[in-house]
Structures are given as structure tokens and as C-alpha cells.
């Protein structure tokens, strides 16, 4: 772990404020992404419901933990592309490295970034 980094959602150098919380609450992102996961794992156990029935507090349970695995592997893997470049943050080919091993999102990641420079 980083010199500074305590784990408990205060900022490198910085002490969590008086009374805060372990985590700090999900941003608006987040929630999100949490809600949109939950209806594809929701989605998920209806179409395969024979398969396998899957209770909607099991459907949220794995959603969440979907998004938060999912979010610390990005923050690692960023965390890494930019510190092996010897780089303080994270930049876009830092992104476009993380997608490498879907060439679909890639080639989707690098058609946005194209047109948004094109727009200015």
C-alpha cells in the first residue's frame, strides 16, 4: 500500500474527518452503476430462472459486488499503467490499456475519444 494510503477514504496525507465513516457513501456514479448491474443480473435470473433461481436479495448482493470488484481492479490496474509510466495521474491511454482485452470496447473507447477531439 502507498505511504499515505490508509484505506479508510481519506485522501493520501489527509486524516478522515471527525466522525467519518469507514467508507464513504457511493457517489452518484456508483449508484449507477449499481442500479444498471442490477437490472442485468436481474434480467439475468428471469431469462435463466430454470436454470438456476436466483432471489432478488441475491440478485442485489451480486450486483453490488460486481461494481465494487469490478471498481477496485480499474483503480488498481489505472493505479498501475499510470505509476509504471511514472505519471502522478491517470491519463487516456491509461484507459484505452485497461480495455485492451475487450477490442470491442476499445475500438468504441478510441471511436468517443476520436470524435470528441473532433468536436474541440
Known amino acids: 500500500m502507498n505511504a499515505g494510503a490508509s484505506g479508510d477514504g481519506a485522501r493520501p496525507g489527509q486524516a478522515p474527518a471527525q ?14 452503476a449499481l442500479v444498471g448491474v442490477h437490472c442485468v443480473v436481474e434480467s439475468l435470473a428471469q431469462s435463466k430462472d430454470d436454470l438456476l433461481p ?20 480499474v483503480a488498481r490496474d489505472l493505479h ?13 491511454d491509461d484507459v484505452l490499456l485497461l480495455a485492451r482485452r475487450n477490442p470491442k470496447l476499445q475500438q468504441e473507447l478510441e471511436d468517443a475519444l476520436q470524435r470528441a477531439k473532433e468536436t474541440g
Open 19 to 32: 466522525g467519518q465513516a469507514q467508507h464513504d457513501p457511493p457517489d452518484e456514479t456508483l449508484v449507477h
Open 54 to 73: 436466483v432471489g432478488d436479495d441475491a440478485q442485489l448482493v451480486l450486483a453490488r459486488l460486481l461494481v465494487t470488484y469490478a471498481a477496485q481492479l
Open 80 to 92: 498501475a499503467f499510470s505509476a509504471h509510466a511514472r505519471r502522478r495521474s491517470v491519463s487516456t
